[in-house]
């Protein structure tokens, strides 16, 4: 049995570090900017087609409560098509186009409408503020071109914002850094961006604020050309909504393996890289990435949980006081984050004598920060994932390891949150059962004990022996737009059924 987990491992390990770019879902908020505004890109066929035959049978792009950007973006993608006569664009018939455009503006106008699910506020998701304005404001564009009524945004968007930004772009002014990731909210303005290209190949590694900075067929020397070029191939023409995150792929699986016991042997390539890529303010999730708090612990952890010696002064550069931040300044903290960071001190502090005066009082901070931001009902949660299990196991991991005794109550809330919380068919989910919950639910549960953490077992082991992670999951991850890691989710899933496996 034992043997079976380390080469599931072993095989997940290296799959990942042969990867340039990491393994997500493909997009299709990313796919539709590329066809709307980079029809001259390769893979132009495939992501049309994509685009077609993924609409669901509600006429939107994603499953519930999940498809709102992806929506809009395809459906001003498909109206962006039919009002132009590109040769490219000749792959999928127009008819077939016109009626999935139809089918996206319904469900977009029930959404929209007063009183509608969304009319009040679009779901929370990064720059969702000026991206979904944007998408309105062209999808209005077609429709005063199609003598049709037009949409009224939701609730929360920052119209004024997103004008001023693209005044500034008409003017070949560029961008606030923070927001090279949406860089498609300016398309089309003005002339090309002169070079150089801001990076050496990706805009934040966004293909579509890469395309929309492009804004029309680069010259066969450009990086952001090539880097576009390159990932649409190694994709079959998709793209997912970020790339490359390798190292945020990297560090997750292998941190799922060191917590939960998952026997693996770690290329030593993708820890030479990790430690060449750390720099004064610590790590990016993937080149191109501004680096972040978060990865930072991760990859440090996985670095010295591998026999490495990295310094922790590029992560103390987060450190508020109480807590640590993943972005200088955020507005809205990350428990799952400072999961990551009690780990990784507590490990360094119980290993290293001489750390001990200097660490040890951010430690003690650290949990105490994390224990006040536990839900009454015993879990926590995180702006960047959709689900509490995630935020809660990344807690629990811990505090229940490094959280002493302070931290036995909230582990043992969190413990009886989760048996509560199973739903009744087995399995565990916010909105239905997913693996990926499932696997959390059950990583949470080793830190409880009894008959009852052992029937919930039980329940969650036909769940994680039955699925399949692959493309097609339940897309439970933010940024522009929810999607999932897959190998991340994978590495759960294994870590999870090792779990059982032990236990019995």
């Avoid at 999935?100 to 409408?113: D, H």
């Avoid at 680069?218 to 190292?247: E, K, M, T």
Wanted: aromatic fraction near 8%; hydrophobic fraction near 40%; proline fraction near 7%.
């Amino acid at each position: 049995m034992t043997d079976d987990f380390r080469a599931a491992a072993n095989k997940m390990l290296a799959d990942s570090a042969a990867d340039p770019w990491a393994w997500l879902t493909p997009s299709p908020y990313e796919c539709a900017r590329l066809v709307s505004d980079a029809p001259w890109l390769g893979g132009h066929a495939e992501r049309l087609r994509f685009l077609c035959a993924e609409q669901g049978p509600d006429g939107a792009w994603g499953q519930d409560g999940y498809a709102f950007n992806g929506t809009l973006s395809a459906t001003e993608a498909l109206l962006a098509v039919l009002a132009r006569n590109e040769p490219a664009d000749d792959v999928v018939p127009r008819d077939r186009m016109r009626a999935a455009a139809t089918r996206g503006l319904a469900v977009i106008r029930e959404w929209l409408a007063p009183g509608g699910r969304y009319a009040g506020g679009a779901p929370i998701t990064i720059g969702v503020e000026l991206i979904v304005p944007m998408l309105v404001d062209r999808l209005n564009g077609h429709l005063d071109r199609l003598g049709q009524p037009r949409l009224a945004p939701p609730a929360g968007c920052a119209l004024d914002r997103l004008a001023e930004l693209r005044r500034d772009a008409e003017q070949g002014k560029p961008l606030p850094d923070d927001l090279w990731h949406a860089w498609e909210i300016a398309t089309p303005a003005g002339p090309p961006w002169p070079a150089p290209h801001p990076y050496a190949g990706s805009v934040s590694c966004s293909p579509a604020g890469t395309a929309g900075w492009l804004r029309e067929a680069p010259d066969p020397d450009s990086p952001a050309g090539r880097f576009l070029d390159g990932l649409q191939r190694d994709r079959g023409g998709l793209v997912p909504v970020a790339a490359p995150i390798d190292l945020f792929e990297q560090a997750w699986v292998l941190n799922t393996f060191v917590w939960h016991g998952v026997g693996h042997d770690c290329p030593e390539i993708v820890l030479d890289r990790m430690e060449a890529e750390l720099g004064e303010y610590g790590i990016a999730g993937g080149k191109g990435l501004t680096v972040d708090g978060d990865d930072t612990a991760a990859v440090l952890n996985a670095l010295l949980c591998h026999g490495r010696e990295p310094s922790l002064d590029g992560l103390m550069k987060y450190w508020t006081g109480d807590h640590f931040e993943i972005y200088p300044g955020e507005s809205i903290s990350s428990p799952a984050t400072n999961g990551h960071t009690i780990g990784l001190l507590g490990r360094y502090v119980a290993e290293r004598q001489a750390a001990r005066e200097r660490f040890e009082p951010v430690l003690r901070r650290n949990i105490d920060w994390l224990l006040d931001q536990q839900d009454d009902c015993g879990s926590w949660t995180d702006f960047w994932h959709c689900s509490p299990y995630y935020a809660t196991v990344c807690a629990v991991e811990a505090l229940s390891v490094y959280g002493g005794r302070r931290s036995a109550e909230a582990v043992r809330r969190a413990v009886d949150w989760t048996l509560e919380t199973r739903q009744p068919g087995g399995g565990w989910g916010v909105r239905w059962v997913t693996m990926e919950e499932t696997a959390y639910a059950t990583l949470i549960l080793r830190a409880g004990s009894g008959q009852g953490v052992a029937e919930a077992f039980d329940a969650a082991e036909p769940v994680l022996r039955d699925g399949v992670v692959d493309e097609t999951i339940t897309q439970l991850w933010l940024v522009k737009d929810f999607f999932s890691p897959i190998r991340v989710v994978q590495a759960a899933v294994l870590a999870a059924s090792h779990t059982i496996a032990r236990a019995r």
